[in-house]
Antibody, heavy 121, light 110 residues
Framework: EVHLVESGGGVVPPGGSLRLSCAASGFTFGAEWMSWVRQAPGKGLEWVANIKDDGTEQFYLDSVRGRFTISRDNAKNSLFLQMNSLRAEDTAVYYC??????????????WGRGTQVTVSS | QSVLTQPPSVSGAPGQRITISCTGSSSNIGADYDVHWYQQLPGTAPKLLIYGNTNRPSGVPARFSGSKSGTSASLAITGLQAEDEADYYCQSYDTRRSHVFGSGTTVTVL
């Protein structure tokens, strides 16, 4: 059974940093693209970043590019999101998600429970 | 402002059929990218409901179905049940913005 467990969230002042982690189990982690998706309070879902299975390619939402870095450690079945220069608008629940593929595009077939990030002074 | 537009809310009585629309453009759904749907029960993580426009993952009841035409897609729920009260999101790929989600629709069972 696939399990994704996020950790590392918390309260941080504007301009601060946080590092989120996602522990994966139940599948061959090193063979799968992974993503971070966030949800601001009372708002919808927003894709944040993707990373290729071997970690050699990363893609980012325009508003986080240059501030956030997605990475992974396939030996430890772990996904990370380093978040720097945090802004109030980054406040959200951050979900780790595993990607699935069908036809022309990909989707998210498994999600963690999320970790809350609050940017506030 | 979401790239994919959904109605904010849809409601129906138990047993009824409801549909949720997801309207995109020529850079996403109209560019022949697949549409996927998620259900988010209150206080929980999203769950995949439909992938590849019309396919249900194992365990998803047959009363959920999806379709796609042109620059739009739809999710239908037939035989609406109280447990279907949730937020529903469509998702696709956009050539300018990578993965995109719909604005979300809250389903209320009357």
């Amino acid at each position: 059974e696939v399990h994704l467990v996020e950790s590392g969230g918390g309260v941080v002042p504007p301009g601060g940093s946080l590092r989120l982690s996602c522990a994966a189990s139940g599948f061959t982690f090193g063979a799968e693209w992974m993503s971070w998706v966030r949800q601001a309070p009372g708002k919808g879902l927003e894709w944040v970043a993707n990373i290729k299975d071997d970690g050699t390619e990363q893609f980012y939402l325009d508003s986080v590019r240059g501030r956030f870095t997605i990475s992974r450690d396939n030996a430890k079945n772990s996904l990370f999101l380093q978040m720097n220069s945090l802004r109030a608008e980054d406040t959200a629940v951050y979900y780790c998600a595993k990607r699935g593929y069908y036809g022309s595009g990909s989707y998210y077939n498994y999600w963690g429970r999320g970790t809350q990030v609050t940017v506030s002074s | 402002q979401s790239v994919l537009t959904q109605p904010p809310s849809v409601s129906g009585a138990p047993g009824q059929r409801i549909t949720i629309s997801c309207t995109g453009s020529s850079s996403n759904i109209g560019a022949d990218y697949d549409v996927h749907w998620y259900q988010q029960l209150p206080g929980t993580a999203p769950k995949l409901l439909i992938y590849g426009n019309t396919n249900r993952p194992s365990g998803v009841p047959a009363r959920f179905s999806g379709s796609k035409s042109g620059t739009s897609a739809s999710l239908a729920i037939t035989g609406l049940q109280a447990e279907d009260e949730a937020d529903y999101y469509c998702q696709s790929y956009d050539t300018r913005r990578s993965h995109v989600f719909g604005s979300g629709t809250t389903v209320t069972v009357l």
